[in-house]
Every structure is written in C-alpha cells, then in structure tokens.
C-alpha cells in the first residue's frame, strides 16, 4: 500500500505551508499595481496595500525575533512604510523578515518551547506552536484587509 505523501507532512511543514500561503496573498494583492497606488491610503484610517505589507514585517520580527528569541529590540510595526524605500524594497524586506522567521521555527526542534520573553498579555502565546498559529492568524485577516483594499482599487478579487 502506498503511502500518502500528504500524511507525511511534519506539524512544522503544516504549520509555515499556511503561513507561507496568507504570506503570498498579502504581496499578491499589491501585484501590478505602481508605487503610488500602492502608497495610497484605502480606508479613512490610512491604511494602504504596502502599509500592511510594512507592518506584517515588523510583526514577524517582533513575534519570532523579539519575543521568541528575546533579541532585545524593537521593530517597526506601524502601517506607514517609509518614504525613503520603494515599494520593491518594502517587498522585499517582508520577505526576508519571512524566511527569517520560518528559519526561526525550522531550527527549534521542539514546537512547545517556550518565548524567551513571556507574554502575559496575549494569553497562550508563550510556545513556539501558539506563535505560529497568531502569525497565521494575524497575516489571514490583513490578507482579507488587502484583498478588499485591492478590490477598490481596480474591481480585482481572487488574486
């Protein structure tokens, strides 16, 4: 009997294949699109395609690197790019704050270890796993923000 390949898949693989999946969908959103429109505010709180994509970055790093690993730092979690990069360049950074992260998990041999800073705030999100599931949870709803963003931008859905 030949085995199914999907049942091999580690809780680790599973876990970062959804991360990775609502990952592409936020940059998705933004494909096609020139720099202004994708600078340009969406909704009256200001928010725009590559405002999410800025502060998703600030979040894996503060979530894997800040309070996982406990590096002593602050990242940039605001929803305002900065000026002086391009679009490309913003892009660009999320991605590298994404492998990063998955590089994070991947060398954790153990998905219940404990955050280096614990966080009594969010309940639940002192092990590896819990971390991983807020990720996917905290990308999946700014992945729906930018599909209705890019929807009234030009009509496109289903990207």
Do not use: K
């Amino acid at each position: 009997m030949a085995i199914d390949a999907r049942s091999e898949r580690s809780e680790v693989d599973t876990l970062l294949a959804y991360l990775d999946a609502v990952r592409d969908a936020v940059v998705r959103d933004g494909e096609g699109l020139d720099e202004a429109t994708l600078r340009a505010p969406g909704v009256p709180s200001g928010t725009s395609l590559l405002g999410i994509v800025h502060h998703l970055a600030g979040v894996e790093r503060h979530w894997f690197r800040r309070v996982f690993r406990g590096e002593d730092q602050a990242f940039d979690t605001s929803f305002s790019p900065p000026a002086d990069r391009s679009a490309a360049e913003v892009v660009a950074d999320y991605r590298a704050a994404c492998a990063d992260s998955n590089a994070i998990v991947r060398a954790c041999d153990d998905l219940a270890a404990f955050a280096a800073v614990p966080n009594p705030g969010e309940d639940g999100l002192d092990q590896l796993r819990s971390v991983v599931v807020h990720l996917i949870e905290e990308t999946a709803r700014h992945a729906g923000h930018a599909d209705i963003l890019r929807e009234r931008i030009d009509g496109a859905t289903e990207r």
